[in-house]
């Protein structure tokens, strides 16, 4: 009596000789690593600042004042007024809120208020921008208050992280390898096979159809984990992208990689799914793929869109995995804290694939 048929070895030889077709395919090598690196070499040497400063109001101070009035109406300045002095202390060495100011009246009477201003130093572009605003404003209140003076402005800074162009923009380009090779690189894949009745032959076989899908998947994610590792690498090293923990924030970045694209090849197997002809693939993916890579973050922070628009943007997963992948990277966070962005994926992969079981043909 014969040995029983290992489908485990099947599994793994179908990965190795999907992996090696992954490895021959020049659509697959420019969407996983040529463009994400074009664009982290084009933003790495350009950066660029961002266009809103955050502006803490700290507990307690005096919102009714013509210096706080006065900068809810400057556009270049978003005040956050709801967070405690432990957030905002966080927010400041993290170099998620840019300055912190307290505004006080003045027992002496002269000057009528009292502002301080403390900036952070991982944010130093931003910090300039705001001391200017600063200047210019009080000037301007000063000048026009018949009294001697309005306000008078202190300012110290507060010791954090230098928070670069490439902290945003590499995470972002990881995502939209992932997405890429997820959703064009799985369609594309297994529509061949069935036009092909490659798949139809390997029913006349003892491999299962489970080892099929499973060695596509595996040999796509050791592909996406190559090129984001070449990614990290090459941003680390030559554009100083920030790692807090080291390999332990590489390790974290990966497992998120993982996540995100086993959700995105959900999306790939729906394509594959209705597709009618392969030419049919990239405009169906292209709707898939295009509202992600323009809404979810990559290249510009969803704040800067529309009020209208930032309900979509917060509802693509992409974002989630944009987000999780910079909060890991520069603010230090374990996977745990960003649970949520995780569980949103989660969510979204139980759906995608659902669909994907309704809409898959073998044949």
């Not at 599994?11 to 982290?40: E, H």
């Not at 790939?268 to 709707?287: C, D, H, L, Q, Y």
């Amino acid at each position: 009596m014969g040995k029983p048929y290992n489908n485990t070895k099947a599994t793994l030889a179908l990965a190795k000789a999907s992996f090696r077709s992954i490895m021959r395919s020049p659509s697959a090598v420019v969407f996983t690593l040529a463009f994400p690196l074009i664009f982290i070499l084009v933003f790495g040497f350009i950066g660029s600042g961002e266009i809103k400063v955050k502006l803490a109001v700290a507990p307690g101070s005096d919102l009714q004042n013509p210096v706080i009035q006065a900068l809810e109406h400057n556009a270049m300045v978003s005040l956050v007024k709801d967070k405690d002095t432990a957030d905002i202390r966080n927010g400041l060495e993290k170099g998620n809120i840019d300055a912190l100011i307290n505004v006080k009246k003045n027992d002496a009477g002269t000057p009528a208020y009292l502002a301080n201003v403390e900036y952070t130093s991982a944010s130093i572009d931003k910090g300039s921008i705001l001391k200017s605003v600063l200047s210019n404003l009080l000037s301007t209140l000063n000048a026009k208050d018949v009294k001697p003076t309005v306000a008078e402005l202190y300012e110290s800074t507060v010791q954090g992280r230098v928070y670069r162009r490439i902290d945003f923009i590499l995470p972002g380009q990881l995502g939209f390898s992932l997405l890429s090779t997820g959703v064009f690189g799985t369609a594309f894949v297994f529509f061949s096979l069935r036009q092909n009745l490659v798949i139809k032959r390997f029913f006349a076989t003892p491999v299962k159809r489970s080892s099929i899908v499973f060695g596509e998947c595996l040999a796509r994610i050791g592909f996406a984990l190559l090129g984001a590792i070449f990614i990290i690498v090459i941003g680390h090293f030559f554009f100083h992208f920030t790692l807090i923990h080291g390999v332990i924030t590489v390790l974290n970045m990966l497992l998120l990689s993982i996540i995100g694209l086993i959700v995105f090849m959900g999306f790939g197997f729906v394509v594959s799914g209705i597709a009618k002809s392969e030419s049919t693939i990239p405009p169906i993916s292209n709707i898939i793929t295009l509202p992600q890579f323009l809404l979810s973050g990559t290249f510009f922070s969803i704040e800067v869109f529309p009020s209208w628009l930032q309900p979509i943007s917060r509802a693509l997963p992409l974002t989630y995995l944009n987000d999780a992948m910079r909060k890991v990277a520069f603010e230090g966070a374990g996977l745990w804290d960003v649970k949520h962005q995780i569980l949103i994926m989660v969510i979204w992969g139980i759906g995608i694939y659902a669909v994907a079981v309704k809409t898959f043909k073998w044949e």
